[in-house]
């Protein structure tokens, strides 16, 4: 059994409405355990609008969205089977703090969502509305600053006065201070550089080894060559498909994915169309790829 | 995503989207008052408003104004109604039709009942005139309007334009600040806050969480904002030209007459009825000058 | 020929306590015309330059001249109408309240009279191509498309100079893109324009005049884009990445294969490969 499974969701802003706008539709596919699974798509795309059913803040307008036992919809007849079935309570469907539990979310610039006076007591504020006791949420609070890369010397200082990084990274450290089994990531790394970038990935993957289920939804195609190890491709609120992401950029329709492609993955697409067929397909890095079409050119002369 | 905004400005092109704002500004004001002018006693009352009513429901339909909308910002007035009822069932006054007597100190009468609808209608109507002017003029156009009225003040060195600018500037924002709010809850949300729930303390407790991280953001983008206006040269003591200006025609005119027409009659009646009485007694008397 | 300077820096020192400088004595020059980027990662000062060539920061120590005009209190005014700047949060720059308004804010400032200001701004959204947007409001817009706006505004001001301080940090990959090329014709209709785009983006680097990078409060190299990138291991050690052009290059350079340098496009390098 997967852990998540999305079951023909759709998903309606002001139904009845001349704005009316289908941000998903009729989306089913499954997410299994442990997966670092990246969800791509135009913006536009209804990306975040999938994400936001996976611990309740939307709920599908069709469909349902299920993560491990936990049910999240808003299609009245799914809510009237369940219950004439008595598999689930009405109560149970409309209570999403033990699913919120589960599924870590972090949003755009998550350094929004501090507010305390001090960055220990924003981590604990998380676990301790889950339940956890002033201990336990403390340290807990301690383990994931230190995971983080922040120490001691941060924990009685204001949250406001860091750095946008360290910021960013005390928003993380707060969703995952709540040990969640799911950690969704939209977009984590906008407005930072490189090398922010890169110690937020680092940070997510280090998380993702620790046996956290990932979902990241990016517009950054490094992000899913390098550290996911499915992706899902999301186009005009439809579903187009989960692969490995080498097999997605080596597609020969690429383009119909409307995906800003990396550009080794160009570079290789302009060979494929000049005639070098066989040799480069199983070139995945740059220097394989020279290495055939420089051989390739000293054989010509 | 679009936030769906109360009375948000619907780009249709009827006749009271194409009118002057200056004059919707001035019209809107008129009608208020005179929606809250004392008419005698409750029959005139109730004739005077189901005529506004008309012609206001009418302005509603030929602005495409939508109702569903309208009507859900209503909702919030049941709460205001019945605690009205409940507040004249406790302390009645004095009336002349009787519900029913309990003892000789505690009479319920009609008057209340009929006094608790007289202010519901008239709130009601002044939402709906409200929700005309913000539904078919583009809040811009009301700074314009706004602007303009305030020009007489210049006299006096009052900072028109300033003012003028900072509330465009905020009505500008307000769409921005809703999706960021929105974005923050649902952060919070995640975090295991729930809104709705709770009582007093905690309801305050989850509110801080929203409020604190709305007012950073806000004070980090008016930071942003006056970095960048100063960048393209604002300054608040020079003149600006304007982009867009305001054109009076001959449709404003004679919506202008058609308005000033009612508001004298309504007013005449409002006089007339304080002079004289009831709706029957005024009539007559306005047949009496005919006949005279 | 000696080309006419616009900006130039000199021994710009700034801290914002005494003791810890952010900006160790910078100096280099900008000549009319170029399109210099200047990057660097965080906290190599980069973002503090651009505050202080706008004046929004006042230097601890050294000189700014624009045009050989001293950057001060009393020249600010003069030279705000020289230099225009696009911020890196597009909301936090849209000012009007439709696309129209906001372009003409600038002009507005300016008092340029209403008739002129009309053909103006619509001039102007048609260069950035937004022409067909201009009674839409901001949250009916693209980062990439708010952008595009705020660039109209300033080219609507006919200025000298344009600095773009991380104008494409927050956009999706096709807003980049846009603004990316935006930039070049831009530069292409005006080559007397100058423009400094400040930036992580290397490979928007590699496309511009020179490049100048920072590291640690200090100008690290400041050459064509060909011979900044030369050394790929050099660039690592300042954490920074090389252009993919030039990754390339050099794995056909350590084979023999040596692509002429006007070829800066990976499409260009592979015709040039399959002659």
Known sequence: ?301 | MRSDILGKYTPYNSIVHRLDPRFKFFALILLMVIVFLPFGNYTNRFIVLGILSLIIGIIMIVGKVSFKSFFRSLSSLWLMFIFLLIFMFFIPTKGEYPIYSFNENYTLYWDNLLQVLHIIIRLVLMIALTIILTSTTLPMDITYALDWYLTPLKVVKFPTQVVSLTISLALRFIPTLLNEANRIMNAQKSRGVDYNRGFFVAKIKSITTLIIPLLVSCFSRSDELAIAMEARGYDPYKTRSRYKSLHFTYKDLLALLFIILVAGLVITFSILSSTIGGFDDVINFIWGIKTI | MEKEKIIEVKDLIFGYEKDSTILKCISFDIFKGEYVTLIGHNGSGKSTLAKLLSYILEPTSGKVYIEGQELNEKSIKDIRSKIGIVFQNPDNQFIGSTVEDDIAFGLENRNIKQDVMKKTVLEFAKKVGMDKFLNKEPEELSGGQKQRVAIAGILALNLKIIIFDEATSMLDPEGVEEIRKLILNMKEENPELTVISITHDIEEAYLSDRVIILNDGKVYKNDIPENVFKDEEEMRKIDLDIPFVLKIKNELAARNIIIPREIKTIEGVANYLCQ
Request: positive net charge; proline residues 4%; aromatic residues 10%.
């Open chain 1, 1 to 301: 059994m997967s852990m998540i499974e999305f079951h023909h969701i759709s998903f309606v802003y002001n139904k009845k409405d001349p704005n009316r706008y289908d941000a998903i539709n009729d989306i089913n596919f499954n997410i299994e355990e442990n997966d670092f699974v990246a969800l791509v798509g135009k913006t536009g795309s209804g990306k975040s609008t999938l994400v936001q059913t996976l611990n309740g803040l939307l709920l599908p307008s069709k469909g349902y969205t299920k993560v491990k036992d936990f049910i999240v919809t808003g299609d009245k007849e799914v809510i009237k089977k369940l219950v004439k079935e008595k598999k689930y309570k009405k109560k149970e469907l409309k209570n999403f703090s033990k699913l919120r539990k589960e599924v870590g979310m972090v949003f755009q610039f998550p350094e929004y969502q501090l507010f305390s006076e001090t960055v220990l007591k924003d981590v604990m504020f998380g676990p301790k509305n889950f339940g956890f006791s002033e201990k336990e949420a403390e340290e807990r609070a301690k383990e994931c600053l230190t995971k983080v890369g922040l120490d001691e010397s941060y924990y009685s200082r204001s949250p406001f006065e860091l750095s946008g990084g360290e910021k960013r990274r005390v928003a993380i450290a707060g969703i995952i201070a709540s040990n969640p089994s799911f950690l969704v990531l939209d977009e984590p790394t906008v407005g930072l550089d490189p090398n922010g970038r890169k110690e937020i990935l680092n940070l997510v993957k280090k998380i993702h080894e620790e046996g956290t289920t990932i979902i990241i939804v990016t517009h950054d195609m490094e992000t899913v060559m390098n550290y996911a190890n499915k992706v899902i491709v999301l186009k005009d609120s439809k579903y187009l498909g989960m692969m490995k992401p080498s097999e997605l950029f080596n597609k020969d329709d690429i383009e119909s994915f409307s995906l800003e492609v990396p550009p080794f993955y160009k570079f290789k697409r302009l060979f494929k169309e000049k005639g070098y067929k066989k040799d480069i397909k199983e070139a995945n890095d740059l220097t394989s790829l020279i290495d055939v079409i420089s051989s390739n050119k000293e054989n010509n002369k």
